[in-house]
């Protein structure tokens, strides 16, 4: 694809998506997070900052990577002056994980791909403590962007997801398979697993 066609498209994105409220999924998950945890939270492809809104609302402490320049310059205007506010511009096999109480990884973590996912996947997971929180989205198999030039992504069956959330109690799933559109009107097949999690072994 096009260079400056992607830098467009992403810009429509950011600027489609920088007016949204949290995602309800987000304070769902919040409920199940052990009280006597710290109110520490990693935010996994944070965008203009959404779901960072909320979290510093709720007083969490709140570190935020995206691998783009731009929704991170959003989130710097957004949040000018918040001392519990850090950002990093990072992939997913770039940043360097502390422990969190809550890791939200929102319509992100299917951009880390395939070879890198497993590696990512074990640091993330062991940066939370039992009674720690994972709330997000993984890619399904059915997915339009599984298969696509444009996309480099990991997709997991629902037995894979089942697998990758061994050690974890399952607050909420759902699994979405059916055709629908982007955030840009654009029609794709969406196959998503929508996933919220304690953790409650030590792994």
């Avoid at 109690?169 to 955030?183: L, P």
């Amino acid at each position: 694809m096009d260079h400056e066609a992607t830098d467009a498209r992403w810009q429509q994105y950011y600027a489609r998506v920088s007016a949204q409220p949290h995602r309800k999924l987000t304070a769902m998950a919040l409920q199940a997070l052990d009280p006597e945890l710290s109110k520490t939270a990693l935010d996994c492809g944070c965008g203009t900052g959404s779901d960072i809104a909320y979290l510093l609302e709720q007083g969490f402490d709140v570190h935020g990577f995206d691998v783009r320049q731009e929704p991170l310059d959003v989130c710097r205007q957004r949040f000018s002056g918040s001392p519990r506010l850090q950002l990093t511009q990072a992939d997913f096999s770039d940043f360097c994980y502390s422990p969190v109480s809550f890791v939200i990884a929102n319509s992100s973590l299917f951009f880390c791909p395939q070879p890198a996912f497993p590696q990512v996947w074990q640091t993330l997971v062991a940066a939370l403590p039992v009674g720690g929180v994972f709330s997000g989205d993984l890619l399904g198999v059915h997915d339009s962007w599984v298969n696509s030039p444009d996309h480099d992504v990991s997709a997991f069956t629902a037995s894979e997801v089942d697998e990758l959330f061994a050690g974890f109690k399952i607050i909420y799933r759902h699994e979405r398979d059916e055709q629908g559109k982007t955030a840009l009107g654009r029609s794709k097949h969406w196959h998503m697993h929508t996933v919220i999690a304690r953790k409650v072994t030590v792994q």
